[in-house]
């Protein structure tokens, strides 16, 4: 789309390094603060930017690897996370910080000088500034869930003024955020308003997502969310038409469907051909698809909780699961979701492998040479090229993708679908989850997913409810970066968090059933709730307080 297509050919932090103090003399030479604002077209690559900045895929796969998802082999930060091992040294707990920060202060700028312009009318101008707030809300909330209390930023604020700011308690973040995307909401358009060169900008329906998100995280708030969820649900004359999709696998992996489909509320935006693409997924593809080398490869443990087309889960002695054939009979959201061993895989017409059957389990390719001590590539103990659970990514291969992944398909920040889960979940932590409210929820999404047992669709009562909800947000929201905030809500990191991370079933039969054994990973519920403050930004601000047990 020509809104994010634009290569972002300024840089704000350039555009105002003079600051916003006033000058007697303007430069000729540059833009300065007394005209930067002026001119409708800075107005609008500031914008560009602060939507780069609100998110990358790097924070959206990587941080995947920090709960039972998935782990990384060579992303040291994440190896340091999973172990309990990590500290206020720790590059990815500063590093998310600075990124949050600097986006923070990118829409203060946009928000605190973007009046100077008198060219674009008022309307324009408060839906921009709208879209701004949102970012900053959204940033808030990111820092906040992974660090706690924060420093809340709210204005353009300066040097000086950055190293003596407090940390403000959650509480109190949470109800900023949440005022403000309320503030907003009648100064975004809706979905359906959306002029077709403006798809992926800022919505009344995005902001109602994170509202959701945000009150469901608090655990306390439910009938909030229900009535958040409902008004999305419900009320399309004015937040905009959503549904699901028809297929779950193309959402993510169909070029088309993924840029246009009645689902998704808000993702970050790419366009193919372009420097706005992303290549992550070279390090999450098989090898002898194009795979570069493995940093984050799919458990056992997530594999488990995809159930069977029958609806039982695949430790039910009735379900038909059998360990010499464990992948048939499956959720379809696991062939959507992983490349497991003997899966079929089809490249599309992208410039990346072939299409053809991926072999992962040692001894399975008939045409591997059984000679040679190392087996097939896709699955050798000790090499960094291969996976280290036997498992690979398939969610988010692009098949019209160029050399090296470099993909053109937009990543989802939130979907229609966690809007269901999301109320699916409050219902039934009020008691009050229904066959209305399943068929809703549940079950529409898995008549998505290609179930039609039964005994998978209908609803199965309210013995086991909140598993079951659990389960299906985990395997319907997998690789999407929800992972570990589930984790952390739910306060089951002691159970989900302790011991090995497994992969396949090519192991020694006499350790943990023949599962591999991957990483031995230690969490400390006293500690790790929360990332530490950065040490750097320790010493810089006297008034920051680290987490406890850090």
Known sequence: MKYFKKTLIISLAMMLSLGCKKLNLAPTDQYSSLDFWTTSANVYNALNNN???MYNSTLYFDLEGTSDNAYSQSISDLILIGSGNANAQTAEFANDWANYYKTIKSCNQFIAYSGQNKTLDAATLS?????????????????????????????DITE????VIPRTPQAQVVTFILSELNAIIPLLPSK???AASENGRITKGAAL?????????????????????????????????????????NLFNDPATNKNNPETILSLQYAPNST?????????????VGGFSNNLAPTQELVNDYIMLNGDSISDPASGYTAANPYIN???????????DKAYWNNGNGANGTSKTIYIKPGSDPSDNLSSPNGPDEYVVGRESSSPTGYYWRKYFDPSAQVNFASGNNLHLFRYAEILLDYAEAENALGQ???????????????RAGFTDANAINYPGNNNMTAIIRRERRVEMAFEGLRTDDIRRWKIGPAVLNGYVHGAQFGDPSVDNGFIRVQPRKFNPARDYVWAIPQGDLDKDKNLIQNPNY
């Open 51 to 53: 939507y780069s900045l």
């Open 127 to 155: 839906r921009l500034n709208a879209e701004m707030r949102f970012i900053r809300a959204f940033t808030d909330f990111n820092l906040t869930k992974w660090y706690g209390d924060i420093p809340l930023v709210n204005d």
């Open 160 to 163: 000086d003024e950055s190293k």
């Open 192 to 194: 359906d308003q959306l």
């Open 209 to 249: 997502a994170l509202e959701a998100r945000v009150l469901l995280y608090q655990g306390n708030r439910m009938n909030d969310v229900i009535t958040v969820c409902q008004s999305l649900m419900n009320d399309q004359a004015t937040y905009g038409t959503y549904s699901l999709s028809p297929n779950y696998g």
């Open 276 to 288: 706005r693409t992303w290549t992550d997924y070279q390090f999450f593809a098989p090898n002898s």
């Open 330 to 340: 499956r959720d379809p959201r696991l062939a959507a979701t992983i490349v497991y």
């Open 433 to 447: 989850m229904n066959a209305t409210i399943w068929n809703q929820t549940i079950g529409a999404l898995r008549l």
